[in-house]
């Protein structure tokens, strides 16, 4: 599976845009590019998913380039709650019962 | 609906101690996973069963691990005997049968110490 890249942490305030850039410039034909969110002492929980140009949900929007070697998730105006820790991974879509392949992820801290 | 629930949610015991950690996945759900993360490590995948039957157990560190879904619904992850470096958090998860849109669900994980 393709190997992903994103920053370590990132900071921000509340009520800001935050966008998290992930890199996978080895990103196979057929794999899409999910994120998913996890708080503290709980597990990973799916955020989103697309394999090109934009997806929208009810809790964030992932832009994803022509090249897709990179994709951003946007969180719209953070909370205090969106204190998590986001991965990026690169894979199969969902539905199709496949491992999981998780990076080391980047820690948003929102400050109030 | 009920998520994925594990137990216990943290354990400790002594190195050479044998630990079993149980997971009760999502009603329904023909596939089930176990996945750890150790200290300062990624989340690894351990092994993936599809009802009772083990589909992927590429992940498994060593034989002292030994996973079983009995019936297809919950699954038990036996440690014996425990070492210090299988000190950390392992997470269950579960998903329905191929051909869905759903993606995985994870419980909350159960954090080992192993002293």
């Known amino acids: 599976l393709a190997k992903t890249t994103q920053p370590i942490s990132m900071d921000s305030y509340e009520g800001q845009e935050v966008n998290i850039t992930c890199s996978h410039n080895?990103?196979?034909?057929?794999?899409?590019i999910t994120w998913y969110q996890q708080f503290p002492s709980q597990g990973p929980r799916f955020i989103i998913q697309?394999?090109?140009t934009k997806v929208t949900n009810e809790v964030a929007s992932l832009f994803i380039p022509a090249d897709r070697k990179s994709s951003t998730l946007s969180l719209p105006r953070v909370s205090l709650s969106d204190t998590a820790v986001y991965y990026c991974l690169v894979g199969p879509p969902r539905g199709s019962n496949y491992k999981l392949t998780f990076g080391k992820g980047t820690l948003l801290t929102v400050n109030p | 609906e009920a998520g994925v629930t594990q137990f216990p949610s943290h354990s400790v015991i002594e190195k050479g101690q044998t630990v079993t950690l149980r997971c009760d996945p999502i009603?329904?759900?023909?596939?089930l996973y176990w996945y750890r993360r150790v200290m300062g490590k990624e989340i690894k995948f351990l092994l993936h069963f599809v009802k009772e039957s083990k589909q992927d157990e590429s992940g498994m560190p060593n034989n002292r691990f030994l996973a079983e879904r009995t019936g297809g619904t919950y699954s038990t992850l036996k440690v014996q005997p425990a070492e210090l470096e299988d000190s950390g958090v392992y997470f269950c998860?579960?998903?329905?049968?191929?051909?869905?849109?759903?993606?995985?669900?994870f419980g909350p994980g159960t954090r080992l110490t192993v002293l």
């Open positions: 998860a579960s998903s329905p049968k191929g051909g869905t849109n759903d993606p995985v669900y």
């Open positions: 080895n990103i196979a034909t057929n794999d899409y």
């Open positions: 009603s329904g759900h023909d596939n």
């Open positions: 697309g394999y090109k």
